[in-house]
């Protein structure tokens, strides 16, 4: 079965430059959440999308944007890094229909980014 | 507001024994989603379980069995004849009408030979 990917899976980036990880959701899921996970901790909830628009916002710097794109794709872009940023970045989709008994709510495998 | 807690920070255990994993949550909604997650050492977040507020009904899969208690808001996960390919982090979430998941601190279970 499809899951969802992202990508790169591994990122090296320097404090100040740009990052862009790109997720793509499993076929028919529309809608899309970016969550962000530092070292020993829960993952945090960062921002979601549903058919393309954004819907839910949590603690997403305002150093950081995100969008959906027509094929439902998204990409999370990181301006101004900073060492802090450093995280493991994961990407989940989910399935329409909330309450069905197939809801999905599915993770990527995660792009793990290292600001030096 | 949502909250979910996994009091055991760290577990350990030697192979083939039972172990229980935590959660307690709150929640104001009447309708929700419980999930249990494992994070291997690799780092991916492997879905194990999802449980919605109407199905109290306990599940048992292989080695695996939850048990969801509304009375006392916890979806405790426990872990039969551990192996230590079950070393890895678990984390409880809880997920309703805002959609994106809550997660609990996370749980790091050790199984040593």
């Given at each position: ?39 020993g ?9 549903y ?54 709510y ?11 | ?6 009091a ?8 083939k ?40 009904q ?24 551990s ?31």
């Amino acid at each position: 079965a499809a899951g969802v990917i992202q990508s790169p899976r591994h990122l090296i980036k320097e404090k100040r430059e740009t990052a862009t990880l790109k997720c793509y959701p499993i076929p028919r899921h529309d809608t899309v959440y970016w969550y962000q996970q530092g070292p020993g901790q829960d993952p945090q909830f960062l921002i979601s999308f549903y058919e393309k628009m954004q819907s839910d916002k949590g603690s997403i710097p305002d150093r950081f944007s995100a969008q959906q794109f027509s094929d439902y794709h998204s990409e999370l872009n990181m301006s101004s890094l900073e060492l802090g940023d450093s995280a493991l970045y994961f990407c989940a989709s989910s399935s329409p229909d909330r309450w069905a008994p197939n809801y999905g709510y599915t993770f990527g495998s995660g792009t793990r980014l290292t600001v030096v | 507001a949502q909250k979910v807690t996994q009091a055991q920070t760290e577990i350990s255990v030697v192979e083939k024994e039972d172990v229980t994993l935590d959660c307690v949550y709150e929640t104001r909604d009447t309708t929700y989603y419980l999930f249990w997650y494992k994070q291997p050492p690799s780092g991916e977040l492997v879905f194990l379980i999802r449980r919605n507020s109407f199905d109290e009904q306990n599940e048992i899969s292989g080695r695996y069995s939850w048990n969801f208690q509304k009375s006392t808001s916890s979806f405790n996960f426990t872990i039969t004849a551990s192996q230590v390919v079950d070393s890895a982090v678990y984390f409880c979430a809880l997920n309703n009408a805002g959609n994106m998941l809550t997660f609990g601190g996370g749980t790091r279970l050790m199984v040593k030979p």
